[in-house]
């Protein structure tokens, strides 16, 4: 971890308890002392109404602000987002191979990937990148690039091994940086892998930059769905548009028999794509080498892409493709 841009990972790492450490406990009362006479000073005191009209009077100037304005990433056309509501449901898998097959399907197409799962970064695993970013004089980061596909991560930034334990607020702060502390270059797509859930991370690259879209990935799996559509509406309600969803591991095909199994259900993406009104991209199988590449940092669609697991990831970029907007001059 070198660079001015980052002193701020230090700092933050400072601020957590060592470990084994405790949060300070709160303070005894003093014997004969009851607990309506032991809160009496605080109750109702002149410092605790001052405290909350100041609390209420800030909460109103944030308000009056509303929404953030959104800013263009300098340098990037169309911002796509991958999105599950759930984990596990193979999302980080995904985008990676989407990024991939959006290069693949048109080679003058430059194409970005920003990992913003901040907890548990993916990317530089599975695009088999590591080490630090440059700086620019402008003292911005260089994206690492693999595949010929930018790069940026929270896991290129700190010990492969080393958990990031912050809260809220900081999490926010480093997705900010990697949105707007990066070099990007000039980018026709920047595709960003979001963490599960449609919490912190969620709106803040939601109201922060314009999205061309958001795809939705999901296993058939009725607890998946429930999530997943947790994720559609939440883009809904920030004005983002849905693209469409993904069916991730539809199928599993016996290697050797040949047999079909639907280990997580048939439909389940398809039924719940009719109920909000949204289409299909495609469907992915559950494959073995699926897995064995991106864990070998050699994703299916560079290490075999003339099989059918690749080629269903070149057909899904292509329904993204022609569901975009007409990109900025």
Known sequence: MAGPAWRWVRSAARLLPAAGGRAPAAPSRGPGCAPAACSAPFAGSASSRSGDDSLGDRRARILSRGLPKQKPIEGV???????????????????VNIALALAANDSTKEVGLLDADIYGPSIPKMMNLKGNPELTPKNLMRPLKNYGIACMSMGFLIEETAPVVWRGLMVMSAVEKLLRQVDWGQLDYLVIDMPPGTGDVQLSV???IPIAGAVIISTPQDVALLDARKGAEMFRKVHVPVLGLVQNMSVFQCPKCKHETHIFGADGVRDLAKTLGLDILGDIPLHVNIRESCDSGQPVVIAQPQSDAAKAYLKIAMEIVRRLPVPPA
Do not use: D, H, P, R
């Open 77 to 95: 056309k169309q911002v796509v987002v991958l999105a599950s509501g759930k984990g596990g449901v193979g999302k980080s898998t995904t985008a």
């Open 206 to 208: 939601s109201q922060n």
